[in-house]
T-cell receptor
């Protein structure tokens, strides 16, 4: 069964460093998403991406964040200058279509900022 | 704005007991979609079910059943004859037409004791 994959599973970085989280969505899906979950809290939407552009973003997704689909396979989330409060589990998701269709989530990348 | 409330923070049951997880949602949209996801201790988010606002039929899948009531804005999830493997955090989520984001509730942690 096709699945969303994410690398790395755990990333430790120092405050102020740039990180890139990588995802490979399910191959025939058209919509891609990033969510984050601070430890013990709810899952929060960051951004959605369709047709090579951002289609929606939340207030969390400020200028420090960017997304890209560099090669038609990977979907990446870049945090330019990490802060302590960026420590969270980051989930990538994909769906065949938008709101009406279920989103399939990857296993997550745990980001620890020290 | 959309909102999902899962008032039960944590539920503990003994194996073979039935358990119902509550979900109450708020939206002004007339077309919307409701979801349940399971997050086992390993951390991934597993899709369980999707329901659209025009389909109030209850659904049963094995030991799982869902009760959707528009009159009370609720989409409750019942596990019959619970098992230890059901131990997880369960999230209810909502999306609306025209938006990509899933709005998640805060989750209910279910502990099934042997």
């Amino acid at each position: 069964e096709p699945e969303v994959t994410q690398t790395p599973s755990h990333q430790v970085t120092q405050m102020g460093q740039e990180v890139i989280l990588r995802c490979v969505p399910i191959s025939n899906h058209l919509y891609f998403y990033w969510y984050r979950q601070i430890l013990g809290q709810k899952v929060e939407f960051l951004v959605s991406f369709y047709n090579n552009e951002i289609s929606e973003k939340s207030e969390i997704f400020d200028d420090q964040f960017s997304v890209e689909r560099p090669d038609g396979l990977n979907f990446t989330l870049k945090i330019r200058s990490t802060k302590l409060e960026d420590s969270a589990m980051y989930f990538c998701a994909s769906s065949w279509a938008s709101a009406s269709y279920e989103q399939y989530f990857g296993p997550g990348t745990r980001l620890t900022v020290t | 704005a959309q909102k999902v409330t899962q008032a039960q923070t944590e539920i503990s049951v003994v194996e073979k007991e039935d358990v119902t997880l509550d979900c109450v949602y708020e939206t002004r949209d007339t077309t919307y979609y409701l979801f349940w996801y399971k997050q086992p201790p390993s951390g991934e988010l597993v899709f369980l079910i999707r329901r659209n606002s025009f389909d109030e039929q209850n659904e049963i899948s094995g030991r799982y059943s869902w009760n959707f009531q528009k009159s009370t804005s609720s989409f409750n999830f019942t596990i019959t004859a619970s098992q230890v493997v059901d131990s997880a955090v369960y999230f209810c989520a909502l999306s609306v037409t025209g938006r990509r984001a899933l709005t998640f509730g805060s989750g209910t942690r279910l502990q099934v004791q042997p």
